[in-house]
């Protein structure tokens, strides 16, 4: 398919969304996300990782202080600021000058971190748990990104049509609150209150989202519907992932959300000429 073409302003820039998939890199600096909990918790490794995320080819960093793995507990606001904010001042001290997002549904920490540098907000509720999130977007002029995740669907009913009526309700609440309609960018929430063959059903679907009118992010990386299907951990799921991705590009999506940005981003790259034809100088 053709991709939509997107320009989404923010601080500094836009991003260009369109035939050109864009890699966002994934810094979670938790104690217990499902794939890397632990492993850049320290300041000092979270900043390396970020560095290494970049070489790689990210175009986006997306930082993440709470886990929001199946069975994970809230994180209190203070605590999930503790655990950002100094990554945030180690990136600034780099002079990093990718844009940077923040993986968060609370309002305060979203404000915060607006404040510290940051230029996008990604909410895993769609902005309907702390309605609070959107003002703070528009308040800062900051694009969101708008996640599915809607624990109470209805089953019985089909499933693209219930998340286009769910993130309906997240568009309303952003346009509401004041931020612009090309600042908003859907997210189909895989893994995320979805079954397995959801999952799949959901990326061989992916092309139906594109009525809504927004650019879409696709977050498979490592995920348990690439795990549960080839019995791998999630530190061996690279190739599915791989795959996942270079799918959803076929299917219109314009962002991908990933831990292991090289193998992801030359699979990218190798979609994007097969499409439209490689660059003229090659590279």
Known sequence: MTHICYDVPMDGGSLKLGRDPLVMGILNVTPDSF??????????????????????????????????????????????????????DGLAQRGIDKPISIDTYKALVADQVIQAGAKIINDVWGLQRDPEIADVAAHHGAPVIAMHWDPERDRSLDLIDEMKRWLQRSIEIALKAGIAREKIILDPGFGFAKSFEENYSLLNRLDELHSLGFPLLVGTSRKRMIGNLLDLPPKERVAGTVA?????????????????????????????ATLYGPPATGG
Do not use: C, W
Not at 75 to 85: A, F, G, K, S, T
Not at 248 to 269: C, E, M, S, T
């Open 35 to 88: 794939s890397d909990g632990g492993d850049f918790s320290a300041v000092d490794a979270a900043v390396a990782h970020a560095d290494e995320l970049l070489a790689e080819g990210a175009d986006i960093l997306d930082i993440g202080g709470e886990s929001t793995r199946p069975g994970s507990e809230e994180v209190p606001v203070q605590e999930e600021l503790d655990r950002v904010m100094p990554v945030l």
């Open 244 to 272: 996942t991705s270079v799918l959803g590009y076929l299917k219109g999506g314009h962002i991908f959300r990933v831990h292991d940005v090289r193998p992801n981003r030359d699979a990218l790259r190798v979609s994007s």
